[in-house]
């Protein structure tokens, strides 16, 4: 019997794919301009960050929401570099302290939980990412935490019911990403900090 397939996976790598293309050719026309001599305007500065800001989200989510077959990986280089262009202007750090190539299905749990904790830094933050062995170790740190307690019992309470919303969509998915390849989570949750081993 055939497995079935992933369709929350294949809809975000479907997506991701027919994004990336567009937004390569917006950032290479402004390029473009710029080096026919149009001059850098404000409204042309605004173009750039803009299409350089998609082009950052729709990679984090092509790792996060994408497939991810057990025999695929991703190298430190595409990682950090994802990472990076994310954190750009933004209010959250990522430090990545993971040597090497890494199986895409343990970077899509990490990215799952980076977006949860997203939610809980409204004030932003520092998010490190570590593995010991085949252990990985998430932690973010932060002046102010947002804990909403039923998103997160729900990472760990199967039986937890929970209204989503579009922005929460990373709570209901993970669990699912989780028990498809066996990992548990392990949460504490202090004052100012999120430990989150898998």
Known sequence: MSRRPDLTALVGSRI????????????????????????????????????????????????????????????????????????????ISYLWDVPGDQPRPDVRIAFLLLQCMEAALPMGGEIKVSRDGAVWQIHAETERLRIEEPLWDSLINPRARVNFTAAQVQFALLPEVLAEHDRKLNIAIGQTDIRVQF
Do not use: K, W
């Not at 390569?24 to 404000?42: D, H, K, R, W």
């Not at 350089?52 to 695929?72: C, E, H, K, L, W």
């Open 16 to 91: 991701c794919h027919d994004l990336i293309s567009p937004l390569g050719a917006i950032g290479n026309g402004v390029e473009l301009m710029g080096l026919s001599g149009v001059s850098q305007t404000p409204e042309m500065a605004l173009i750039e960050e803009s299409v350089q800001n998609a082009n950052a989200r729709i990679r984090f989510f092509r790792v996060a929401y994408g497939g991810a077959s057990p025999d695929q990986s991703l190298s430190r280089a595409e990682i950090t570099a994802t990472l990076l262009a994310a954190a750009r202007g933004g209010r």
